[in-house]
């Protein structure tokens, strides 16, 4: 009989497995895939790259592990990041209790024993009292159900699926379905090597340089002097990360026009998300949120030549209501000759056929085609797994109208089962690896506090439950979030139900209601 069993080995699954085990708990996690390091080990498309910057998207929990690695790129990209996953699991001897091929496929709770049963696809089982679900908010890749996909005599190849050897796409005429972050990073590979290449684009992307490049070792040893001084900083940040680069002390909104594009121009210099962080209304104002989407328009017209492909570059919703794009010679790929960019936006891929794809009433060929499509996020992962807590109460069930949960971390009916940063949690605003770390240290303090009390489970109420999801949604209008549809609201995948995912009231507000409700005794759970 286990004390924990976790669900993943990626970032989460193995800071979880780390630190309840340092408590003195038993823990087993188990892993689909036959390597820990999740989203790192799937996401292996050419260009995958982190978003936010290394020293920032890394763990804090151990000062000697933050000193000796060193990142080699300002954004590592993904070999670096799997390297690290690794190297986090050996430094730590994590192995050990890590079953790898192992695919979860149902979690039952047993209300006479109060443990939950887990079960394999290859039938393995376990007992266990706690389960961690840190199967990730996007690790469930949407497949788009375009007719006669299964027709097309090329290669398709999913960007959150991709082979393990390289794909040479020199002499390939190659189609591109999204232009969402994953897109974004593949494109300007592919437009180097293929022969052709046509972006089949829905909905235009806002992207913004990243600057990559070595990392700058004054910097890092700046850093590292007074590490634990940094991530701090960061934790103060509505995003958890960026406190090198406060906002403007001024809302955008009450700046000279001259003013607003200088501070513009010196975060797009910057890189990365440095651009949203400029000014504090950008994501509660549309007036101010709209100069900051004109300032990337105007960059787009002067990077893409052909006028008429600009404008079909350009993006009409708020920046920032989808996840921004952080990017490497995005635009300027359009200015290749062979680099065709397809709107599907009025007229939607009507069929893929055995040569390419079917569009406006044209075929565009293709010998390979990328699906970077995206995911079922927040809800897919933990949809797929037969989870069923008191009374048999299926999750699929309860989350027919949307994911119900009790501070991003658990959901009433569900007892001793926490999901590690997914809906309702910040998880999305934020670097991951700080909502993780956040996630489980509370975790962690709650099954010692459990125990202190002679408690053998904690769940959710469901008054507590239905007031966390109405806050959650106080803010969300609060702010421009709502004005587009992204993966945060579900808008991606037909047919699930819109209701808007994460918490948009920034890390800090989140960690301290987090902290009260423990403060408070555990306020709005039942234990028994
Ligand atoms: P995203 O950001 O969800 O992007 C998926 C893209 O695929 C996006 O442009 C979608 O258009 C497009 N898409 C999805 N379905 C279709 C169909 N049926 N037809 C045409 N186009 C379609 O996923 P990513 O993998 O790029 O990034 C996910 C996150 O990973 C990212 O936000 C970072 O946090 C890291 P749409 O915009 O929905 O119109």
Known sequence: MLDVLIVGA????????????????????????????????ANRYPGARVDIQSLEYSYSFDEGLQQEWSWSERYAAQPELLRYANHVADRFDLRRDIELNTRVEAAHFDESSGQWLVRSTDGRQWRTRFVV?????????????????????????HSAAWPHEPVDFTGLDVAVIGTGSSAVQIIPIVA???????????????????????????????????????????????????????????????????????????????GGFALLGAFTDLFTDLRANEHACEFVRRKIRSIVRNPAVAARLCPTHPIGCKRLCVDTGYYATYNRDKVTLVDVSQAPIERITPHGLLTGGREYKADLLVLATGFDAFT?????????????????????????????????????????VGAGST???????????HHVDWIADCLQWLDAHGHETIEASEPAEAQWVSLMNAIAQQTIFLGCNSWYLGANIPGKPRMFMPMAGGFPMYAERCAAVARDGYAGFVMH
């Open 133 to 157: 679900m840190a199967n990730g908010p996007l690790s469930a890749p949407n497949t788009p159900a375009f007719e006669g996909l299964a027709d097309f005599e090329g290669r398709v190849l």
């Open 10 to 41: 990626g970032f989460g699954g193995l800071y979880a497995l780390h630190k309840l085990r340092s408590i003195g708990l038993k823990v087993q996690a188990v892993d689909a895939a036959p390597s820990v390091g999740g989203t790192w080990y």
């Open 192 to 270: 180097e090597q293929a022969r052709s290449l046509t972006v089949f684009q829905r909905t235009p992307a806002y992207a913004v340089p990243a600057h990559n490049g070595p990392l700058d070792r004054d910097w890092e040893r700046r850093i590292k002097a007074d590490y634990a001084g940094f991530r701090a900083r960061n934790r103060q940040m509505r995003s958890g990360f960026g406190s090198e680069l406060q906002p403007h002390p001024l809302p955008a909104l009450q700046v000279s026009d001259a003013e607003r594009d200088a501070v513009f121009e010196q975060r797009w210099q910057a």
């Open 427 to 437: 998880s999305a605003f934020t670097s991951v690896i700080t909502a993780i770390e």
């Open 380 to 420: 897919g992962p933990m949809q797929r797994i037969d989870v069923r807590g008191r009374g048999a109460l299926s999750l699929r069930d309860k989350w027919r109208g949307g994911p119900l949960n009790y501070l991003g971390l658990t959901v009433a009916g569900f007892p001793n089962l926490f999901n590690l």
